[in-house]
């Protein structure tokens, strides 16, 4: 799902020598599709070999609302409140919660299937990156390329780089395309792990909980 920390994996794995597709099956914001839309996704996929990343959909949400309204084409901008955004079935926590339900779930219906959370590769980058090579190339990963690959894939790094492109895209790494004055529209935004806290009231933190409880989500997602 969009904003779930692909510039960063695709990132280290480019610097690892590692090149891989890359796709959002649909659930792209500038598309704004229904989930019940794009639930075909993963039949189309099923001749693949799929490295899933996904991750906290509290999270996700808080970046997706930046993207859909710093980041988009004026004519594709979401103009509401984040609160308005975070309940939106076009691109909500039941949307972004189903997308991740979706995809894990069909697991056993592709060629072969790894998943990769974006809170795994914060504790352990280096441990989760060589699992994602080693599945990707049917290789065991060099360690020195790993290490490098994370050392350039560190947070500071990724911002410092960013920052130097102004509002230039790189079409290589993907950052840039930002408003260098505005911190909330670049792609390394904040890179931490729990951060919708610092962005929703209690009102949106209850909807939250209780959405993802309905949903049975963190059941679902541990299994």
């Given at each position: 799902y969009p904003k779930s920390g692909r510039t960063?994996?695709?990132?280290?794995?480019?610097?690892?020598?590692?090149?891989?597709?890359?796709?959002?099956?649909?659930?792209?914001?500038?598309?704004?599709?229904?989930?019940?839309?794009?639930?075909?996704?993963?039949?189309?996929?099923?001749?693949?070999?799929?490295?899933?990343?996904?991750?906290?959909?509290?999270?996700?949400?808080?970046?997706?609302?930046?993207?859909?309204?710093?980041?988009?084409?004026?004519?594709?901008?979401?103009?509401?409140?984040i609160g308005d955004f975070l309940r939106s079935p076009r691109y909500g926590l039941a949307k972004i919660a189903g997308f991740n339900l979706l995809w894990l779930e069909s697991a056993s219906h592709f060629r072969d299937f790894t998943a990769v959370s974006y809170e795994d590769l914060h504790k352990d980058a280096p441990g989760e990156l060589a699992r994602v090579i080693r599945f990707a190339t049917g290789k065991p990963a060099d360690e020195r390329k790993v290490r490098h690959a994370v050392d350039a894939g560190r947070f500071e790094n990724m911002r410092k780089m960013e920052s130097a492109l102004g509002g230039k895209m790189n079409e290589r790494t993907k950052l840039g395309g930002a408003d260098p004055g505005d911190l909330e529209s670049l792609k390394t935004r904040k890179g931490k792990v729990g951060g919708w806290r610092?962005?929703?009231?209690?009102?949106?933190?209850?909807?939250?909980?209780?959405m993802l409880q309905e949903m049975d989500y963190w059941r679902r997602v541990g299994a």
């Open positions: 960063w994996l695709r990132f280290m794995l480019s610097s690892a020598g590692v090149e891989l597709l890359f796709a959002h099956a649909g659930a792209e914001n500038s598309e704004a599709n229904l989930l019940e839309e794009i639930r075909d996704g993963p039949a189309k996929w099923r001749d693949w070999r799929v490295v899933f990343l996904f991750r906290d959909p509290r999270d996700t949400v808080v970046s997706s609302y930046f993207q859909a309204t710093k980041r988009l084409k004026a004519s594709k901008r979401f103009g509401g409140t610092d962005y929703f009231d209690e009102a949106d933190a209850a909807y939250m909980d209780g």
